[in-house]
């Protein structure tokens, strides 16, 4: 049923963080290996060797630039996939019931057999979380690494999404942002997490943590290097170096 | 957005294949039931356009073979109550046919297939009224710029009908003409309103980095391309844009106008009502491909093409 469930009490979740992230895209292809052999079909690639590879990734990294009126840049490397919103517009516009959020824990997902692939969950995520598989012809999307989270067969430390078990800055945390004691909870509240494009109305549930301000440190002040240059222009050298100036000049 | 053929073609022909069936219940509700030449004709042409719109829309599908299953989620998504009224309009329409053809006078089957159509069309247009990510066609007045690009489509067609079996000009391409200059009205108001609004989603607002300063994409995800960039990336050209417009205008809008016009003053009444056709909707596909090509999508405020 492609209406959405009354708010689950858990929302499982990722919080990314701006600050930590070093843009390795690590997460981005520890996603793509997992999914591959994962939930549903595996995520297609099309002339992967050719002139004009494309692929249907489901975690993509970006890297943006900040600028201020005055003073330096700053660059901030942007992991983005599902944020597995509450008002998910994608889940009530799919026409066949393919698109659904599960009641129980949040997580958005697409049942694959379902799906005709008319590609108007894309055209209603502003995140663009969704890409149509370009072999399979059917949508795909962060899981949140469901074949894993709740995988018993698995070692507990591996129970997390494929993203955040990989990334190797620490960037990428998981867990339920429905309830306000849990560690990642805690985190958004003590860094100010954020919404993406809050006004699209969506309501993510994954929260994004601000680079931190970085720290300004005073410049010393140096003398002039170009006015001494010139004054050392005009001295006089003395020594071997004096007799071999003037032998010179004389030539 | 990428402008894909067979949903340029759906929206002309299934709007005009509505708007025809509507303009034949209208007739028949106010006891004039289409009979004889009109008809058949008027029902071909129906049923055709429609069913045709309905079958294309089908071609941009990834599981075409699959399209039965979208018409099980009425209660949330447009889309699926666009086929859901598809087909119950057809159905009614095809009862209103059958009416009609054993003598009867349709009034009350007639008036159900225009409500029906017009619902129908309204439908369709909410698929893209709907998505807040594409700020152009959020507009409220999206519904009522294909309604009437509806109605007038139906309107042209019925008077040309007419004239083409009875002759003479009269009050229909009179009608038609007014219904034209209305739709045209409608489309360029939501012209312009698209083209005022301030962008509802911005870069900054897209990372939330705006208190950092101006935002800008400094390196892709990927050198190549991506699904996201072939099917919300497409953009045509502002000068392009202008021409289009201009075009659009001049093939759906002067020109039928001016032939309708003619037309109901009984200046070679069929061969005008005609060229009004073939203009009007020739002119609705440069508009509706302009309706994809020249609609921007939030998530290209990632992409440095906002």
Known sequence: MTSLPAPSDVKLGLVIDLDTCVGCHACVISC???????YGAALGDQDAYGDAPVGAFLN???????????????????????????????????????????????????????????????????????????????????TLCVDRIYNENI????RVPSCVRTCPAGARHFGDLGDPDSDISQLVETRGGFDLMPEQGTKPVNKYLPPRPKTVTPVPELPDLTDLAASRAEEKADGFFGWLDRALEKL | MHPAYSIIFFTVSSGAGFGLLAALGLAAFFGLPPLGVVYWAGFILGFGLSGAG???????????????????????????????????????????????????????????????????????????????????????????MFLSFALASGALLYASLRVIAYG???????????????????????????????????????????????????????????????EMGYKVARKHQAKLRQIAIALGGALPLVATLLASWGVLPGLFMVIAVLAFLGGLLAERWLFFAEAEHAVMTYYNRG
């Not at chain 2, 447009?78 to 006078?105: K, N, Q, Y």
């Not at chain 2, 409608?186 to 962008?199: F, H, I």
């Not at chain 2, 995800?221 to 996201?228: C, D, F, I, Q």
Request: contains cysteine; charged residues 20%; glycine residues 10%.
């Open chain 2, 168 to 230: 003479g000009g009269g009050i229909l391409p009179t009608l038609a003409a007014l219904l034209i200059f209305v739709a045209w009205g409608v489309k360029l108001l939501w012209w312009r309103r698209g083209d005022e609004a301030p962008a509802l989603s911005t870069p900054e607002s897209a990372t939330g980095l705006g208190h950092m300063g101006r935002v800008r994409m400094l390196e892709a995800p990927h050198t190549g391309g991506n699904y996201l960039l072939k």
């Open chain 1, 60 to 142: 993509r990294v970006h890297t943006f630039e900040a600028k201020p009126e005055e003073g330096p840049a700053a660059v901030v490397h942007f992991p983005k996939s599902c944020l597995h919103c509450e008002d998910a517009p994608c889940v009530t516009v799919c026409p066949t019931g393919a698109s659904y959020k599960r009641a129980e824990d949040g997580i958005v997902l697409v049942n694959e057999d379902a799906c005709i692939g008319c590609g108007l969950c894309a055209w209603a995520c502003p995140y663009g979380a969704r890409e149509m598989d370009p072999v399979e012809k059917v949508m795909k999307k962060c």
């Open chain 1, 32 to 38: 793509k290996e997992w999914n591959t052999g994962g």
């Open chain 2, 54 to 144: 309905l079958i294309s829309s089908t071609f941009h599908l990834g599981h075409p073979e699959r399209a039965w299953r979208a018409l099980s989620q009425w209660r949330s998504s447009w889309l699926s109550r666009e086929g859901v009224l598809a087909i119950a309009t057809l159905a009614v329409a095809g009862v209103f046919a059958l009416i009609l053809l054993i003598g009867g006078a349709g009034q009350i089957w007639g008036l159900l297939t225009a409500i029906l159509s017009l619902v129908t069309v309204y439908s369709t247009s909410m698929i893209y009224g709907q998505l807040k990510t594409v700020q152009r066609w959020s507009q409220s007045l999206t519904p009522v």
């Open chain 1, 155 to 158: 070692p507990e430390e591996d």
